[in-house]
């Protein structure tokens, strides 16, 4: 699937990412039409010629601005909303290091299994722009085990009084499905390797 093709088109990275999980390599090509105002995609099966292709709508997709649109007016660009301004820095994964992420420039040590989920959860936001990652890729990516909800309210009580605002529930946002995200500007994180 050409995930690509789509992200240039402007369809939204939480469209993308259930496309990929849901249809994945079963599909071996992506034929794009538009019908009016709406996106239709065409989903073609390997090798299965017989079997009528699966066709998506994304309804009113070309009503707002794409970016090969002009936009009407500065308010009308949609732009990734973050909800705190706080900076992120991660400085050492090195198990001697006294401190190994620094947030608003103050010093912290945060446990392994703890590290590693903010360092995803940045990772991910550095990548993508969006940063909405689905708890089924956090548990098959190994970032938390299996049932393990608590490691988000572990991790905002870890990091809570670090934030300029002092809430972490802000900090890292949950969508209602079951995707999570920090809610920082990518711009604000800064990743050392």
């Known amino acids: 699937m ?8 402007g369809v939204n990275e939480a469209i993308i990412q259930a496309l990929e999980k849901s ?18 995609l065409l989903l073609k099966r390997n090798g299965l010629q017989k079997l009528k292709q699966h066709v998506l709508t994304l309804p009113g997709f070309f009503k707002r601005n794409t970016p090969f649109q002009k936009p009407e ?9 973050y909800n705190c301004d706080d900076t992120l820095e991660f400085v050492s994964t090195s198990i001697t290091a006294k401190v190994n992420l620094k947030i608003n420039g103050a010093g912290m040590r945060l446990s392994d ?16 722009k969006a ?7 956090m548990k098959s ?47 604000n994180i800064k990743i050392i390797d």
């Not at 940063?131 to 890729?137: A, E, K, T």
């Open 73 to 81: 007016s500065d308010h009308s660009v949609s732009r990734e909303h």
């Open 141 to 187: 990516d190994g970032v938390i085990p299996s049932g393990a909800y608590q490691s988000f309210s572990r991790l905002r009580s870890a990091i809570g009084g670090y934030l300029l605002k002092k809430n972490a529930k802000d900090f890292i946002e949950a969508n209602g499905s079951k995707q999570y995200r920090l809610s920082v500007d990518p711009k």
């Open 23 to 40: 249809y994945g390599e079963e599909y071996e090509g992506l034929e794009i039409t538009q019908d009016k105002h709406d996106l239709k």
């Open 113 to 128: 299994g703890l590290f590693k989920l903010l360092y995803y959860f940045a990772q991910k936001m550095v990548d993508t």
């Open 2 to 9: 050409d995930v690509i093709l789509l992200r240039n088109l």
């Open 131 to 137: 940063g909405w990652v689905y708890i089924q890729d």
